[in-house]
């Protein structure tokens, strides 16, 4: 009796051990060439359009609001502009690096 049990917990483990390590498997193979990374650089701001949150000029930092991933980031920036980007005009983004925004004047659209 004891040895049918035996015999029976040592094939549940094989059998468990084998299908998830075929589920492992499956998994690494389907992913492979996708990276998952929720978080956002600052490379993915570059030439993105964002919305002026508190008003600035080249003599001091201002906020901006961008739209990301359904994400909404509200960042401290700085521009070379020397007329002041107000309160809700679309900025450019141009340089992201050192946790410094670099935006301009968005006369595109």
């Known amino acids: 009796m004891s040895y049918v049990i035996l015999v029976m917990i040592i ?6 051990s084998l ?6 498997s499956m998994i690494y193979l389907f992913r492979q060439d996708k990276t998952i990374d929720s978080m956002i650089k ?3 701001l570059i030439g ?10 080249a003599s001091g930092k201002g906020k901006i609001q961008v739209k ?5 980031l509200y960042l401290s920036a700085l521009t070379t502009e020397t007329k002041q980007l ?5 900025v450019l983004i141009l340089q992201a690096s050192n946790n410094k925004i ?3 004047e968005d006369d595109f659209t």
């Open 11 to 16: 094939v549940s483990i094989l059998i468990g």
């Open 86 to 90: 107000t309160k809700g005009q679309k």
């Open 68 to 72: 990301i991933n359904n994400s909404v």
């Open 48 to 57: 993105m359009s964002a919305i002026v949150e508190v008003p600035f000029d």
């Open 19 to 24: 299908t998830g390590g075929l589920f492992v």
């Open 102 to 104: 670099w935006v301009v």
């Open 42 to 44: 600052p490379e993915d």
